[in-house]
């Protein structure tokens, strides 16, 4: 089993100190990967509900770093660590300029950038950020991917689609990796799982979450779905990466059943739950150890490194 981990965006460790200290420690530890999350903007009041809190309410307070900017920097600051965006929300950006930045970190990271991809849930971000239509982004999710493959993959490319059209054009260089960076789709709804299975080299669904555990049995039935889709649309399942984004709460004794949750107790408890995961196909496992302290942080991740990685590694 591959491990992530989550950089900070926001708050008290979204510093110079905060980022470049949680990088370099998780690539010192072994961690295969840190993601960045995705928001330009919050409003002061908004009727949008966040979907991976019972609140419904995120915590962010307009406070977070750009993604694409932050992945730069930290591809500068590091050399094994992959860098996932973890998800972008698509529709937010012009998509030549978009396609344009990712291939620039990728050719500069040597080929470290997976580009998680989603279509977001705050309208009225959407609408500061003169967005596509927020009842349209999931056809423009769609669109938006295409465009940035073909520019990944073809020289000149042009594209005249519903959403967006351009061309004939160069867009160079090319990113290193080949034929593009790994594509995750996010999301587990009906809506997230047809599109991975038409564009995603992966899927990369948020779970152990109260509103949405996706325990394993849940997500045994989301992968045979998924694995009919890819099937119908003529790829090959076994190629697509399955990867889990979870709530970690590592414990020195073991949390009695049947109120655990999962990824919650003792290292042996918790190395149970990646097992789990694991015979379901799940290859990578992203767990956030974000705390306001930087030492804490970096002290969950040392336990976390020398228990449960050790464990099941």
Same mark, same amino acid.
């Given at each position: 089993?591959?491990?992530?981990?989550?950089?900070? !965006?926001?708050?008290?460790?979204? +510093?110079?100190?905060?980022?470049?200290?949680?990088? &370099?420690?998780?690539?010192?530890?072994?961690?295969?990967?840190?993601? $960045?999350?995705? =928001?330009?903007?919050?409003?002061?009041?908004?009727?949008?509900?966040?979907?991976?809190?019972?609140?419904? $309410?995120?915590?962010?307070?307009?406070?977070?770093?750009?993604?694409?900017?932050?992945?730069?920097? #930290?591809?500068?600051?590091?050399?094994?660590?992959? &860098?996932?965006?973890?998800? /972008?929300? #698509?529709?937010?950006?012009?998509? #030549?300029?978009?396609?344009?930045?990712?291939?620039?970190?990728?050719? /500069?990271?040597?080929?470290?950038?997976? #580009?998680?991809?989603?279509?977001?849930?705050?309208?009225?971000?959407?609408?500061?950020?003169?967005?596509?239509?927020?009842?349209?982004?999931?056809?423009?999710?769609?669109?938006?991917?295409?465009?940035?493959?073909?520019?990944?993959?073809?020289? *000149?490319?042009?594209?005249?689609?519903? =959403?967006?059209?351009?061309?004939?054009?160069?867009?160079?260089?090319?990113? @290193?990796?080949?034929? =593009?960076?790994?594509?995750? $789709?996010?999301?587990?709804?009906?809506?997230?799982?047809?599109?991975?299975?038409?564009?995603?080299?992966?899927?990369?669904?948020?779970?152990? @979450?109260?509103?949405?555990?996706?325990? *394993?049995?849940?997500?045994?039935?989301?992968?045979?779905?998924?694995?009919?889709?890819?099937?119908?649309?003529?790829?090959?399942?076994?190629?697509?990466?399955?990867?889990?984004?979870?709530?970690?709460?590592?414990?020195?004794? *073991? !949390? *009695?059943?049947?109120?655990?949750?999962?990824?919650?107790?003792?290292?042996?408890?918790?190395?149970?739950?990646?097992?789990?995961?694991?015979?379901?196909?799940?290859?990578?496992?992203?767990?956030?150890?974000?705390?306001?302290?930087?030492?804490? +942080?970096?002290?969950?991740?040392?336990?976390?490194?020398?228990?449960?990685?050790? &464990?099941?590694?």
């Amino acid at each position: 089993m591959r491990y992530g981990f989550y950089l900070p !965006v926001r708050g008290e460790l979204a +510093t110079h100190e905060g980022v470049v200290e949680t990088a &370099l420690h998780g690539e010192r530890l072994g961690f295969h990967s840190a993601t $960045i999350a995705d =928001h330009i903007v919050f409003p002061t009041e908004s009727r949008s509900r966040y979907p991976y809190a019972a609140s419904g $309410i995120h915590p962010s307070r307009g406070d977070a770093l750009e993604q694409l900017s932050l992945m730069a920097f #930290v591809a500068g600051k590091t050399e094994l660590l992959r &860098l996932i965006t973890s998800v /972008m929300i #698509v529709p937010h950006r012009n998509p #030549v300029l978009t396609a344009k930045m990712i291939a620039t970190i990728d050719v /500069m990271s040597r080929g470290r950038v997976t #580009v998680g991809a989603g279509v977001g849930w705050l309208r009225e971000e959407f609408a500061a950020l003169h967005a596509p239509d927020f009842d349209k982004r999931g056809a423009v999710s769609n669109e938006y991917i295409e465009i940035m493959k073909k520019l990944w993959t073809t020289s *000149p490319a042009e594209h005249q689609g519903v =959403h967006y059209s351009f061309g004939p054009i160069r867009c160079e260089p090319r990113p @290193v990796q080949r034929p =593009h960076p790994p594509i995750w $789709i996010g999301g587990h709804s009906d809506a997230a799982l047809a599109r991975a299975a038409r564009f995603g080299d992966g899927w990369h669904p948020l779970g152990a @979450v109260e509103p949405e555990p996706l325990a *394993p049995p849940e997500l045994a039935g989301k992968i045979e779905i998924l694995k009919r889709l890819t099937e119908q649309a003529g790829r090959d399942f076994s190629k697509l990466t399955l990867s889990f984004v979870g709530r970690l709460n590592q414990t020195a004794d *073991p !949390v *009695p059943m049947p109120d655990r949750k999962l990824f919650t107790g003792s290292a042996a408890q918790i190395a149970d739950d990646v097992e789990a995961y694991r015979e379901l196909g799940v290859s990578e496992i992203i767990f956030d150890f974000r705390t306001p302290s930087l030492p804490e +942080t970096l002290a969950r991740m040392d336990r976390f490194a020398a228990d449960v990685m050790t &464990l099941t590694g």
